[in-house]
């Protein structure tokens, strides 16, 4: 919990143009990011599946980050790797609000019995131990890019449910809430159309925030080896370095920093953007 | 937000052992920074800073310091945790009836000669004599039959499983033993006197549960050539020398054995010279580097342990002797060698009797030769219809899931290139990489093959008992489960299943290293399995120290051979 209540005391000290500024700064190293993505084929110098040279090769003109366990070129590699993190990331992120969202707006719309029901299932989510459930859970449902972005998303769900339902409590009570109600509208059609699109604005910067834990989430379980091994990401070249003992040799410099680098790169960019726009939009107290 | 600060915690970790292991590189004489270690190599200085042992008083006695991952428990027969290196540190201790030399052969050791009948079922023994256990009692035939008895009664796992098939067990009262088996078995010698210590009765038949049971300083006894007087759990342990050996005082005054939590803490340990040896198997990509730093040296050997591709031979398209030869033909073993081993490989033979075992039969070679296995392919009717790259079979794209342990990194890499190979003949392989039970489970249900296989392809291999043993390939062959009970892949074919039961129980020589010699012939043909390599042992010490490390063809450096003077080894 200490980062939020970071931003809680930022929130006050930090002048709304600097949030700003961070903002457009890791809206930057996102686009970046994104661009590397896209573009990757036209980027890489190699095809990162392919073995061009021969293993724990140093950097080098032809290879600037040297080249891997097996002859591939880990500059490759890191310029694919940005795929697939941006995809779990961003997937997983939409995974996770999707029922985010809907276990929130039930819980906060429906706030006796059912509410209380659902949320002392969120509190459930939110107080198990995260990381040990995360490493079973994959390790279960074996290994696949859809299984990790399966497992983060449905872990990572219960913090945005939480912050949805509290606005959501407070939306319900509106006078043209209300109103609508008392004009015989279904709930269903109060909830479309009243509720949901003012909430939409909220659960932005818990998507943009959960995007930033996804992608870390997706390198811790590539790099512990419960991704999947062959796909190229960052978190598996990780491991692979660690398997093939490159943290014990100078190759770290080349083979562990630039994906450690990276990743953080990437969660940074999607955090400091969530910063920026929760600064905007959450309702002040 | 917590899953943001735990992840925040974690990358913070990785980054921390990031810089924690470069300075380990950068400068070697740095201390470790793993906790474990630090603690456990401290405790043992403090011990080894008042020398007890007065072996060699005109020289500076000789401390050996090795490093193991995982502890061993208290280290007695019936408590010792893994096959390697707990076995060999248990044989520090104890003595079997016959020891393995440089080669892996077994030669007569507490035994003074070792002489089967004519059709290998009844063995006379004569014992060493004047051997004395450690507390001064005499080793006698009488504990030699006791062991035996005790191991069967007590059913210590492994060693009972050795004296499978032993009627009885005679003494003349004197130095002789005999016994009788219920069938005969070549292999006597390498799994079962060589393979099990002999304990003193007079100790042990007061113990009856030995797994429960306390040894303390008075009570571990045996008759090897170091005692082990300290122990520390999950820590260290510490083995004093016996000047009394009988072969000879050993060369190490002192060996202390500390325990670390994984494989990178004892080679920065090794490099910053708190350890003098690894009793673990170093990776290929540490040996060019461990070697170049002084005073660290590598000794390699062959281990005998295997990496191969397991199909399901009852199942289309496997069961085509064609696809597997073509497949045997596509792969290219040297490729593998070097690429995944870095050279720490022997090219697996597709014979499967490693090339440094006496009975190879070197007519049999793998070259990789792509035209020839497409070939083979297409004269079989496998052909690419629809032009995507991949051959068809009955309608349906040559296409397979080949498992993969994950545990097992340079498994995967091997599956991999395999893939990459296979792809040249127009074989898809999807490499699927899963937890190790799910594997075995697929490969080998419940380790029994009558339960059938659940799997198309898999990168599969066996420990080094099964290649140490020549004459065990006909586990893996002979088509009646019975007898082929390793034999993961289905295969079956009338005349390897009679050669496979000739060679269990030949007892002429000559005649067992000709059938031998047929069977790779037609192993190599039949390709019920392709062998890819043999990974090499390695092992590094520090040279300053100690460096009379012996390797053990398919044992490796750890065992009393090494710590003994080179005139008393066998």
Known sequence: ?285 | MRLRSRAAILLLVMSLIAVACSSETTDTTASGDEPTATTAVDGSTDETSAPETTAAPSEEPITVRAAVTGGEDTLNPYTYVSGFPGWNLLMLQYDSLMQFDAAGEPQPWLAESVEPNDDLTEWTITLVDGVTFNDGEPLTVDDVEFTFDYFVEKAAGRFARDLRGVESVTTDGDRTITVNLDAPNPAFELVALADIPIIPQHIWSEVDNPEEYQFDSVTNVGSGPFVLVDYVEDQSYRFEANPDYFRGAPTVDELVVVVFADDSGPLAAIRSGEIDVIFERISPEQIELLDAADPIDVVQGPEFTTQMINFDVSKAPFDDVAVRQAISLAVDRQDIVDTVFLGAATVGSPGWVHPDKAVYNPAVAADQDLEAANALLDEAGYTDTDGDGIREFDGAPMSFEMLTNSSDSLRLRISELVSEMLAEVGIQVNVASVETATWEEAVWPGFDIANGRNYQMAAWGWSAPIQANTIRVAELVHGDPSIGFLNLTGFSNPEVDALAAQLLTEADEAAAAQAIGELQVLIADLVPFVLLAYPDGAYAYNSATYDGWEFIAGQGIVSKVSLLDPSARP
């Open chain 1, 1 to 285: 919990m200490t980062s939020r209540s970071l931003t809680g005391t930022l929130r006050g000290v930090i002048p709304r143009s600097l949030a700003d500024r961070l903002g457009w700064l890791g809206a930057g190293i996102v686009a970046f990011l994104l661009g590397t993505a896209v573009f990757a084929p036209v980027l890489a110098p190699f095809d990162p599946a392919e073995r061009v040279a021969r293993p724990f090769l140093a950097p080098s003109a032809d290879h600037l980050l040297g080249t891997n366990d097996v002859g591939q070129d880990l500059l490759s590699e890191l310029i694919y790797g940005t795929r697939v993190s941006l995809t779990v990331g961003i997937v997983a992120a939409v995974v996770a609000m999707v029922i985010g969202t809907t276990v929130g707006l039930i819980a906060g719309y429906y706030p006796k019995r059912l509410g209380s029901v659902l949320m002392r299932f969120v509190d459930v989510v939110l107080i198990l131990p995260f990381l040990p459930l995360l490493i079973v859970l994959a390790a279960y449902l074996g290994r696949s890019l859809t299984n990790t972005i399966v497992v983060i998303g449905v872990l990572i769900w219960a913090a945005p449910a939480r912050i949805i339902r509290s606005q959501v409590l407070s939306l319900r009570s509106r006078e043209y809430v209300l109103a609508s109600r008392s004009m015989g509208a279904k709930d269903r059609w109060v909830i479309m159309r009243h509720i949901l699109p003012r909430t939409a604005l909220l659960a932005t910067g818990s998507f943009v925030r959960a995007v930033s834990g996804a992608i870390l989430l997706e390198a811790a379980l590539s790099f512990l080896g419960l991704g999947d091994p062959i796909q190229k990401s960052w978190g598996s070249t990780l491991f692979w370095a660690q398997s093939r003992g490159a943290f014990l040799t100078p190759a770290w410099k080349w083979w562990v920093l630039p994906p450690g680098l990276a990743i953080m790169a990437a969660s940074l960019g999607f955090a400091l953007i969530a910063f920026a726009v929760e600064e905007r939009i959450n309702p002040k107290l």
